[in-house]
């Protein structure tokens, strides 16, 4: 009998395991042919120059810690430069973070909350990613690692390789973007309670403290070293911190839309509150210690943390990928409160949990409706993918990647006005400057005419065939042509923003394309100019 209901189990395992990865490579599928976005066009860029022999931050800028572009870098050398080399290591990604998702709340709630739990956090990355090859996507298997390890010291006890392995993780999720370790101030924020408070441990939390720094300095000093022997330590702070701590600054009014996202993108956000309401009631009606229900308790501190360092950035939608494995936790044992019926029940020894696979097909009908209708949206723009993708429809990007590819030499250099990336990596022509996007020249409090002077001594070095002016788009920064540049300046002398002063020496830049280039038209509406001389210029 006992063999009979493994197997039983094995096979429930293999079908989940099937039909969420199936999922995740549908969510996926249409990224690997459409254009790619942004931010994914920067880090593909940089995943290309790296193997070209660049360097971060010397040869190429973005305020990125690095590890998001020697990723980039390793798919681009799978696949020989193709996007798919990227693609599989997002699939790979997220496929080792579901399965760390599924296995902690399978052991935790059973099977069936389990199950709609991570599918619905599979379907959730539609709403966020954005097309996918960002930071928060890498992070998430490192998160759903760290409540995996908390969750084996709270049931096994703490071991040194426990501390090792939170401390890597925390250094890789650090790399990729410094406020993703809202987990791990989480993590450190328990024990530091539980021992320093309740306990009055000092020596027990020194000793974890001690491991996961130990871990974390196992990564982080080698990654300083190899900077530092590179000559680029200095760049590395000047871009990666210096001007994160001015480009991460932000009005009230901006922090409380942050916080407003949360229920805006996902609508299933009171779902989360109210499980995590009825613990933290529990605890006051009850008067238990924080111990008493660890996982649940860390998760709720990890929102209330993640929630936080949101507020105090910008609130772009991928940002909000940081609070989905906690907000999938609270959503399972949401979903482990309907399975069950009461509350008494599921608090039975400290909560179990048990398969749920009743036979009652009712609950699950419930599930299915609960679970589509909090994916709504999810499924609309997993939808628009797919339509963009059976259509084919040109878009502008890839129109003039086209008109790029006809009209240079595979040596010549491209200049992209305003935000580069994209360009640079679907026509394999490098930027002539490491300043391949140029929001920090119009940065205030970072801005400087040492950098323009940086900037045009590139320029001057390796005068870019093709400049295309794409700064209409967000308006950071004074457009080429002079009517809209006027119109820039007039609009820019009164206001606040963070992109509204830029050096005087940048007219430098103006007057050389005035010089150099000749107007040759449109794409869509980005204006296009090629250098006056024929031919390939390239040295």
Same mark, same amino acid.
């Given at each position: 009998?006992?063999?009979? &209901?493994?197997?039983?189990?094995?096979?429930?395992?293999?079908?989940?395991?099937?039909?969420?990865?199936?999922?995740?490579?549908?969510?996926?599928?249409?990224?690997?042919?459409?254009?790619?976005?942004?931010?994914?066009?920067?880090?593909?860029?940089?995943?290309?120059?790296?193997?070209?022999?660049?360097?971060?931050?010397?040869?190429? @800028?973005?305020?990125?810690?690095?590890?998001?572009?020697?990723?980039?870098?390793? !798919?681009?050398?799978?696949?020989?430069?193709?996007?798919?080399?990227?693609?599989?290591? /997002?699939?790979?990604?997220?496929?080792?973070?579901?399965?760390?998702?599924?296995?902690?709340?399978?052991?935790?709630?059973?099977?069936?909350?389990?199950?709609?739990?991570?599918?619905?956090?599979?379907?959730?990355?539609?709403?966020?990613?954005?097309?996918?090859?960002?930071? /928060? /996507?890498?992070?998430?298997?490192? %998160?759903?690692?760290?409540? $995996?390890?908390?969750?084996?010291?709270?049931?096994?006890?703490?071991?040194? @390789?426990?501390?090792?392995?939170?401390?890597?993780?925390?250094?890789?999720?650090? #790399?990729?973007? %410094?406020?993703?370790?809202?987990? $791990?101030?989480?993590?450190?924020? =328990?024990?530091?309670?539980?021992?320093?408070?309740?306990?009055?441990?000092?020596?027990?939390? &020194?000793?974890?403290?001690?491991?996961?720094? &130990?871990?974390?300095?196992?990564?982080?000093?080698?990654?300083?070293?190899?900077?530092?022997?590179? !000559?680029?330590?200095? /760049?590395?702070?000047?871009?990666?911190?210096?001007?994160?701590?001015?480009?991460?600054?932000?009005?009230?009014?901006?922090?409380?839309?942050?916080?407003?996202?949360?229920?805006?993108?996902?609508? $299933?956000?009171?779902?989360?509150?109210?499980?995590?309401?009825?613990?933290?009631?529990? =605890?006051?009606?009850?008067?238990?210690?924080?111990?008493?229900?660890?996982?649940?308790?860390?998760?709720?501190?990890?929102?209330?943390?993640?929630?936080?360092?949101?507020?105090?950035?910008?609130?772009?939608?991928?940002?909000?990928?940081?609070?989905?494995?906690?907000?999938?936790?609270?959503?399972?044992?949401?979903?482990?409160?309907?399975?069950?019926?009461?509350?008494?029940?599921?608090?039975?020894?400290?909560?179990?949990?048990?398969?749920?696979?009743?036979?009652?097909?009712?609950?699950?009908?419930?599930?299915?409706?609960?679970?589509?209708?909090?994916?709504?949206?999810?499924?609309?723009?997993?939808?628009?993918?797919?339509?963009?993708?059976?259509?084919?429809?040109?878009?502008?990007?890839?129109?003039?990647?086209?008109?790029?590819?006809?009209?240079?030499?595979?040596?010549?250099?491209?200049?992209? $006005?305003?935000?580069?990336? %994209?360009?640079?990596?679907?026509?394999?022509?490098?930027?002539?400057? *490491?300043?391949?996007? %140029?929001?920090?020249?119009?940065?205030?409090?970072? !801005?400087?005419?040492?950098?323009?002077?940086?900037? #045009?001594?590139?320029?001057?070095?390796?005068?870019?065939?093709?400049?295309?002016?794409?700064?209409?788009?967000?308006?950071?920064?004074?457009?080429?042509?002079?009517?809209? *540049?006027?119109?820039?300046?007039?609009?820019?002398?009164?206001?606040?923003?963070?992109?509204?002063?830029?050096?005087?020496?940048?007219?430098?830049?103006?007057?050389?394309?005035?010089?150099?280039?000749?107007?040759?038209?449109?794409?869509?509406? @980005?204006?296009? =100019?090629?250098?006056?001389?024929?031919?390939?210029? &390239?040295?």
């Amino acid at each position: 009998m006992a063999m009979a &209901s493994e197997q039983k189990n094995d096979h429930k395992t293999l079908f989940i395991a099937i039909f969420i990865g199936t999922v995740i490579v549908l969510n996926f599928f249409p990224h690997m042919i459409l254009a790619p976005g942004h931010d994914s066009g920067i880090f593909l860029y940089h995943g290309q120059r790296i193997l070209e022999g660049d360097l971060p931050y010397r040869d190429i @800028w973005d305020h990125k810690p690095p590890m998001i572009f020697y990723i980039n870098a390793l !798919g681009l050398f799978i696949s020989g430069g193709a996007k798919w080399g990227v693609l599989f290591l /997002e699939i790979l990604a997220v496929g080792a973070a579901m399965a760390l998702c599924f296995a902690l709340l399978k052991k935790r709630f059973g099977y069936l909350p389990a199950f709609f739990a991570t599918l619905n956090c599979v379907l959730c990355l539609n709403i966020v990613l954005d097309g996918g090859n960002l930071t /928060e /996507e890498f992070n998430l298997p490192l %998160q759903f690692l760290g409540f $995996w390890l908390f969750n084996c010291v709270e049931k096994k006890g703490f071991r040194v @390789w426990h501390g090792i392995f939170l401390g890597l993780s925390m250094a890789s999720s650090f #790399m990729l973007r %410094q406020n993703l370790i809202g987990l $791990w101030l989480a993590i450190l924020l =328990y024990w530091f309670l539980e021992f320093a408070i309740y306990q009055r441990d000092l020596t027990a939390f &020194s000793k974890r403290v001690f491991w996961i720094f &130990s871990g974390a300095a196992a990564l982080l000093l080698p990654a300083g070293m190899f900077f530092y022997f590179q !000559g680029a330590l200095y /760049e590395l702070w000047d871009v990666a911190f210096r001007y994160n701590f001015i480009y991460s600054k932000t009005t009230l009014a901006q922090r409380i839309q942050s916080f407003y996202g949360c229920f805006k993108l996902f609508t $299933w956000f009171p779902l989360v509150i109210m499980p995590a309401a009825i613990i933290v009631c529990g =605890y006051f009606k009850r008067k238990e210690k924080i111990t008493a229900d660890p996982l649940m308790t860390l998760a709720i501190a990890d929102l209330v943390i993640e929630i936080t360092l949101l507020s105090l950035g910008k609130g772009y939608a991928h940002y909000y990928t940081a609070m989905l494995p906690s907000m999938t936790l609270l959503f399972c044992f949401f979903i482990k409160l309907l399975n069950d019926s009461a509350w008494d029940e599921c608090d039975k020894s400290n909560m179990p949990g048990h398969s749920g696979f009743s036979g009652k097909t009712e609950r699950i009908i419930v599930l299915s409706i609960l679970l589509a209708c909090s994916n709504i949206f999810s499924f609309s723009i997993l939808a628009h993918s797919y339509a963009g993708l059976l259509s084919r429809h040109r878009s502008q990007l890839e129109e003039t990647a086209d008109y790029i590819k006809r009209n240079s030499g595979k040596n010549d250099y491209l200049l992209v $006005w305003g935000s580069g990336g %994209q360009l640079n990596f679907l026509t394999g022509r490098p930027s002539p400057s *490491r300043f391949f996007f %140029q929001y920090p020249f119009a940065a205030t409090g970072y !801005g400087s005419p040492e950098i323009i002077n940086s900037f #045009m001594k590139e320029l001057r070095r390796h005068p870019p065939a093709i400049i295309i002016d794409n700064s209409g788009d967000t308006g950071r920064l004074p457009p080429i042509d002079k009517a809209y *540049r006027k119109q820039w300046k007039e609009k820019k002398a009164s206001s606040n923003e963070l992109y509204s002063t830029i050096p005087a020496n940048i007219d430098s830049f103006y007057n050389f394309v005035e010089t150099e280039y000749n107007t040759s038209g449109k794409s869509g509406s @980005w204006n296009i =100019y090629k250098h006056n001389k024929n031919g390939d210029i &390239s040295e």
